[in-house]
């Protein structure tokens, strides 16, 4: 009887026990993600890169935030108001803790917006060096500038805001210097207010997150634990996708997006990046450089610029190259960002009219060129420039392709070599994600050795495209402040530099997300990977 | 002896000089460390600042006299991208390597031999025939196609394995290890098998032919005319015989497990040495790049200096040599 009782006991307490351990496995959700780059060290001000600055926004936030179109919208500060053109007024949201216990203050603020401007921070441009702020209460900071400027805070919401105790306590008080003797410890790790914080970090090996139960949002995520990984190879992502091993990861090599729809536990998530890519013929050179034309320059004839451009056929890249996974694009910049984008429209494929516009500038038998062009940085970046160079072929200019790895092509194609190329591919995403910062970085007047004439960022200016007018707006769309007079002036801009052909743009290209189909999550279109959009089943 | 060591210590020395002046010549031609560093948005002026404080401005042999003064001193600088100190980054990156070379190494010989020993001793039967087959593919496949062939295989259709990672490690004294995790022993198989086959294919045709060669001398013919079991007579008598030059050749391949684990740590995301290596090339992280092909040099060099010396130690003939000059 005694026995029959204590058998009993223990069945139901290994039942109950089996039925808390399944209750708790139901509740642990773990998302484990890869990426094809490493997380290195967790300072957000000296690594200034998309994919670092995405991980780090689940730990740490700015004053603002961006929802899941890019708007933009309240983050630390709840609301913020322009009290003159030149003063802005931020109060900051209340009762925000950090990952460490400490409160959310102004001196926080005044102590990130310190540190960001100090040597070795990579995010020195996010807001003006004569920019001015102070404190006016513990839960208010008013920022003056020396003049108007209406998207002052466009960049604030990769601004994270550190804890100026914390900082002070474990020496990160300055960002990390490319030439720093040693790596402090703290680099390592991370104390921000977000949703995430970081349990633990291997550069290069994995990295784990936890969620912040202080956190002063409501969660839209449902997850326990997050681990992410770095899988280089292309192949091995893909497999670790579908053998499941992961739950998501990023990029989808183009020719694997077929495989991963085709099988039953995976999807391919697809949306337009903002990066655009686009050519640039260099029209500053009075010689054209690796060239058969000798004491001339072709590309300073417009009417050559236009045979290129329209010698291309842009919707068979698109097909080809690819796989559908593009959006072709008229102007520097994407749809996302300038609302009036489709006012203009591309220039036609025409090869015939291509030819005409040839031998009307002196070149009826075409010309030999070399174009320069990066093969491990863009989506099919080497592609692209055979395609290019095959269609060159058909208006009978010979274009030699020069593909190399992208340290090295930023280095020849760029300011290092002295902008050593006559024709060759760049893309471009605004940090800003404005039309002034495009202009201003890739179609300002420069001089040769990468010096803006007006724009001192001029840097990327790889073809030497140069029209005052073109400078002067971009001077004028700074100042403005008046969104629809602004967005005309970002349109004559563009106009300008279209119809001279300045550069040729190609596409944006697409993103492409492999996710499990058990996980939900929102694909934002500058490549941020956010973990509090992620709701696993 | 001593007059022999030290000529060799001074070769080797040579050697690693030579090695740190060509990875030293290579950098010049990887690209700009610079645009790898700063943001798109940083100015002129502020690269500029940052190569002038790299070093990257002075005279290649200023460069290179203060890297090898450093090397001396153990010193190999930061990385460009991880801003830590090279040394501690390749001494954390050290073990996962070895103990992928380690468990390939095993692999080879366990496996390679066997397989040697069989198909020399039955030449024509049909199993003989699919061991060669299967070397010829191990001797001709290249090491990253082997790798994703596997993880399809194994991880993906079969889901047995996984397909990438080293999966938990355990740190005793500093060094991490994976082999005392049951997860740790899982993940080490595919990247074994595929970084250890060539070697398995060159231990199985080795042990093969020098078989082929010992069974046809007159001891082991006598052997067999004592009424010997053959059990004794292969194993006892020829494979003991087979296995100096065996052992040799392994001796040497070491090395080449550890600098091919480039190809093999790349595909299965081994966070070794080599994946190092290989994410600094494309960042163009000259203290990386440079640190590592110093260590890979010292480990050839090392290598073949012990293996000198043990022929000296074994070879009379050697040792006359050394004497003589």
């Known amino acids: 009887m005694i026995k029959k009782f204590l058998m009993t006991c223990t069945t139901a307490a290994f039942a109950a026990g089996a039925a808390l351990a399944l209750a708790m496995a139901a509740e642990a959700k773990t998302f484990r993600y890869a990426f094809q780059g490493d997380l290195n060290a967790l300072d957000p001000m000296s690594l200034n890169e998309t994919f670092t600055l995405g991980a780090l926004g689940n730990v740490m936030e700015g004053l603002t935030k961006r929802d899941k179109d890019l708007k933009i919208i309240p983050g630390l500060a709840e609301r913020w108001e322009v009290v003159s053109p030149t003063t802005w007024r931020f109060y900051l949201r209340k009762g925000v803790k950090f990952q460490n216990g400490e409160d959310f203050t102004a001196d926080d603020v005044l102590f990130t917006f310190d540190r960001a401007k100090m040597d070795g921070s990579q995010v020195r441009s996010r807001f003006p060096a004569d920019l001015k702020y102070a404190k006016l209460d513990d839960h208010t900071v008013e920022f003056t500038l020396a003049s108007p400027n209406p998207i002052l805070h466009y960049e604030w919401d990769t601004l994270y805001i550190f804890s100026k105790k914390w900082a002070e306590s474990v020496g990160a008080t300055r960002p990390q210097s490319a030439t720093a003797q040693s790596l402090a410890a703290w680099a390592l790790t991370a104390n921000g207010t977000g949703p995430f914080r970081v349990e633990s970090h291997q550069p290069g090996v994995r990295t784990v997150f936890k969620p912040h139960t202080g956190w002063w949002g409501k969660p839209e995520h449902n997850l326990t634990e997050v681990i ?82 329209q010698a291309i056929d842009i919707e068979a890249i698109k097909a080809r190259v690819m796989r559908g996974m593009s959006a072709p694009s008229s102007i520097l910049i994407s749809p996302i960002l300038f609302s009036r984008a489709s006012e203009i429209k591309r220039f036609p494929y025409n090869v015939d009219d291509a030819k005409k516009l040839l031998t009307e500038a002196g070149y009826p038998n075409g010309f030999e060129v070399t174009l320069d062009c990066p093969n491990d940085r863009y989506v099919n970046d080497e592609a692209i420039c055979q395609a290019v160079a095959a269609m060159m072929a ?144 | 002896m001593l007059a022999f060591t030290i000529r060799r210590f001074i070769e080797a020395l040579i050697v690693m000089l030579a090695v740190a002046a060509l990875a030293f010549v290579l950098f010049r031609f990887i690209g700009d460390p610079v645009s790898q560093i700063v943001s798109q948005d940083a100015t002129l002026a502020e690269r500029l600042a940052l190569r002038a404080q790299l070093g990257l401005d002075d005279p290649v042999l200023v460069q290179f006299a203060r890297f090898v003064w450093k090397a001396l001193h153990l010193d190999f600088g930061l990385s460009y991208q991880l801003k830590q100190p090279v040394v501690g980054m390749i001494a954390d990156r050290f073990p996962a390597t070895m103990e992928l070379a380690f468990a390939a190494a095993v692999f080879a010989i366990a496996v390679g031999i066997p397989m040697g020993v069989y198909t020399g001793i039955h030449r024509d039967s049909w199993l003989s025939k699919v061991f060669l087959s299967i070397s010829l593919i191990g001797i001709s496949l290249p090491t990253f196609l082997i790798g994703i062939l596997l993880i399809y295989i194994f991880a993906v259709t079969l889901g047995v394995l996984p397909s990438f990672g080293r999966g938990q490690v355990v740190k005793i004294w500093g060094w991490t290890t994976g082999y005392l995790t049951w997860s740790g022993l899982k993940a080490l198989i595919l990247p074994a098998v595929t970084l250890g086959l060539f070697q398995m294919t060159l231990v199985t045709r080795l042990v093969r032919s020098e078989m082929l060669e010992v069974l046809r001398t007159d001891y082991i013919r006598f052997a067999r005319a004592r009424g010997l079991p053959d059990r004794i007579v292969n194993f006892r008598h020829a494979l003991k015989n087979t296995l100096v030059p065996v052992i040799t050749i392994i001796g040497l391949q070491i090395g080449a497990l550890i600098a091919f684990a480039i190809i093999t740590e790349t595909v299965f995301q081994w966070p070794g040495m080599g994946l190092l290596f290989i994410t600094a090339v494309q960042q163009a992280d000259v203290p990386v790049m440079a640190a590592y092909l110093m260590l890979v040099a010292f480990l050839f060099v090392t290598i073949n200096f012990i293996v000198d010396l043990l022929y000296v130690r074994v070879d009379p003939r050697m040792r006359v040599i050394g004497r003589g000059t």
């Not at chain 1, 655009?276 to 004491?295: A, P």
């Open chain 1, 228 to 309: 992410f990984t770095t899988i280089k190879s292309d192949a091995t992502r893909v497999a670790a996708l579908l053998s499941g091993e992961i739950d998501m990861m990023d990029p989808v090599p183009v020719q694997d997006v077929a495989r991963i729809q085709g099988n039953a536990t995976t999807a391919v998530l697809t949306g337009p990046e903002l990066r655009t890519i686009f050519l640039n013929m260099d029209q500053m050179r009075d010689e054209l450089l690796y060239s058969s034309v000798k004491g001339k320059n072709p590309f300073k004839d417009a009417r050559v610029r236009k045979a290129f451009y």
């Open chain 1, 394 to 537: 058909r208006i009978n200019v010979k274009v030699t392709l020069n593909a190399m790895p992208k340290a090295q092509y930023f280095e020849k194609a760029g300011q290092p070599k002295k902008f050593d190329s006559s024709f060759n591919l760049l893309g471009w995403t605004p940090g800003s994600f404005d039309s002034f910062n495009v202009i201003a970085s890739l179609a300002a007047c420069r001089n040769a050795d990468g010096r803006g004439t007006v724009h001192a960022g001029a840097l990327f200016n790889y073809g030497g495209y140069c029209n005052p007018k073109v400078d002067e707006l971009a001077t004028a769309i700074v100042r403005e402040g008046d969104a629809t007079k602004r967005d005309a002036m970002i349109l004559e801009a563009f106009k300008t530099i279209h119809e001279e052909v300045g550069l040729i743009p190609l596409h944006q290209q697409a993103l492409a997300w492999g996710v499990s189909k058990s996980v939900t999550i929102a694909q934002r279109a500058d490549n941020q990977i956010l973990l509090y959009w992620v709701t696993k089943q």
